[in-house]
């Protein structure tokens, strides 16, 4: 029998990461030992006892074998932090595939020396009735920020400065002529590293709704019957999901247990982070991009302390080491964010399910429009199904128009603006009413179609759509397929087959010709660059500083306008063609959430979607805001082509500086994986490619990709593990390999 090592760290202070201990494994461990686990071992010239974490095994002795001590045994069932996050760090890299370095970096925050911050507040010194009136004045005055920070005020006595200047949008001018007034001041403080500060806690819980409260009821009894589960909660924004979880996480609370809210970046707006903090007051913290090293650490240290019960924040805040974790929620299930774009390549729905099962926590999902592996799972019982059905906030679902871009074509109008559009936008800025546009361009990839009939043109093999390089051919980046561009559409013949090439600065140009007067306001990756410009751009929107806003997907998540009447949606098909399985779906979702942007208030609103491809079910549904009915057509879809999440995908990405050697190192893995036996029950094995990646070479490093296709996880990690064996065996020269499982964007 072969002799099996494995390499020991002993120390987890982030620094020494890389310093590893080789042990022998004993034969009874062979087999048994996996990566991340905890064992005991004998160190030093004394030959204590100490514990260490396994990083790494196999067969290769690194020094003198005849010195080499052997490992004593497996602490099992470790119940310390620590533990608990080398076995996560363990099982990412056992199904994601990466280093145990890098899987440990993932979940452990860096070590940082705690420097005390500056602290500034912004303290109230006037009573409520002198607030009410300087409220009216500054409404008189139309001074919109001012009746925005008096308005927090009258909550609020304290708000931290960053707050006001920040997400308030508030500038420091006005915060000094309220100072003057002699209305606020602005207190210092060196404070512990707590980023919000608010001192009123204990909100008012609302009495929930039948339907509300059979969640709750149900999500604890399982939890307090001793098998906790996962769910999904399917309900519309409004509908009440936000209440449900506070509730969920005040029972758990009240067990003596904590709970992680994970929260897309981008929705993780100041309204919803206030509603946590006045609920749970200091026992709050939140996670997010704009904390420093530092920062971060000092939550997890706070969290681990027991001084936290509850952590808001997006993906990464599922890594805070809290002792005894009872719930996790993960709202906006469906978002992209959540699968992480670097090694390891974790997704966090799946990862939170691993973190539930080491802490007997629930997982509870939300969404309006859930991924079709949510539901999918849902569907097979592996989640347990909840739909709230009614907006608790008021307002209707919108009239939707769809609008045939073709037929406007072969009418005569060559405007980016359909004369529904146009018509619809006239009525609106003579009531003085407010409008969206929304230009779709998410992972907006050079895709072709016919402007005259629709057409797509489309792999043969693969049915994504191909898209257009320099070279003026069409390459598929699943398989490599690749043709040359036809002049004419092999449709119908006409010769308007091209890309879309419209973006939001000249929607916003063409807009300005037909209404010189529009004030409008544009959302996009240019101008939200700094900190702080997204928030701004959509308090001055919803202020009324602006007619119409235009945007890309930013401005169709999280925020409420309640003046907002219509929607107009420029291209719906831009994302339908991105040479991806989840165009249809990220289609759809985005539909649904730019419709429902209309009529949010007391008045009825309208959206008009603008499509060349009307019939196609991801418009058609999203129109009539119907989800199981785009659900039933997508995952039949997906069974046909055999995609997520009725069977599972491999991704292995090859970079290399050389194309000779990138593309003979894919060939090689290629065959290698092909070579994997995976035996009957295991489910059958297809090879996609190797082929160039969507995005052939980034800064001079090639990049190819090929696809394990199969109904079974298992075997995919039988592939990777099989793989980053192969590549152990191999002198490698700039080349790097990663793995993808179930891909979310094809690159
Ligand atoms: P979602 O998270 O689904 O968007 P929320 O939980 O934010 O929904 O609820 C939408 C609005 O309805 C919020 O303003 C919330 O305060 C209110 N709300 C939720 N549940 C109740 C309830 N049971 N009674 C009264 N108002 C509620
Ligand atoms: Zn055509
Ligand atoms: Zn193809």
Redo the contacts with the bound molecule.
Sequence with gaps: MQELYADIIVDISHEKLDKTFQYRVPERLCGVLETGMCVVIPFGNGNKLIKGYVMDIGSQCKFDPARMKEIQGLVKDSVEVEDRMIALAGWLRRNYGSTMIQALKTVLPARQSVKKLEHRTLQRLMGREEILSLLGESRRKKQVAKERLLQELLEQESIPYEWVTGKLGVSAQTIRSLEKAGAVKVVSSLAYRNPVRLEQAGDKR????QA?RYIVEQVMADFDGGHPGTYL?H????????????QLIQEMTERGRQAIVLIPEIALTYQ?LL?FYRRFGDRVSVMNSTLSAGEKYDQCQRAKNGEIDVIIGPRSALFTPFPRIGIIVI?EEHENSYKSESSPKYHARETAQEVARLHGASLVL?S?TPSLEAYYRAGKGEYRLFT?KE???GGQLPTVYTVDLRKELREGNRSIFSRKLQELLSDRLGKGEQSILFLNRRGYAGFVSCRACGHVMKCPHCDVSLSEHKNGRLICHYCGYSEIKPGVCPECGSKYISGFKAGTQQIEEKLKELYPNVRTLRMDADTTRTKDSYEQILSAFYNGEADVLIGTQMIVKGHDFPRVTLVGVLAADLSLSVGDYHASERTFQLLTQAVGRAGRGSLPGEAVIQTYQPDHYAVVHAAKQDYEGFYEEDILFREMMGYPPVSHLLAVQVFAREEDRGIRLAGWLAGRAGRVNSGAEAGKMQLLGPAPAAIGRINDIFRFVFYVKCSNYGTLIQVKDSLEEALQGIELKQETVQFDFDPMNTL
């Design positions: 609302k009495d929930l709704s509300q909660v309900g519309i924004t409004g509908s009440g999901k936000t209440e449900v979880y506070m919803t509603r709202d939300g309006a709230l907006r608790l906030t």
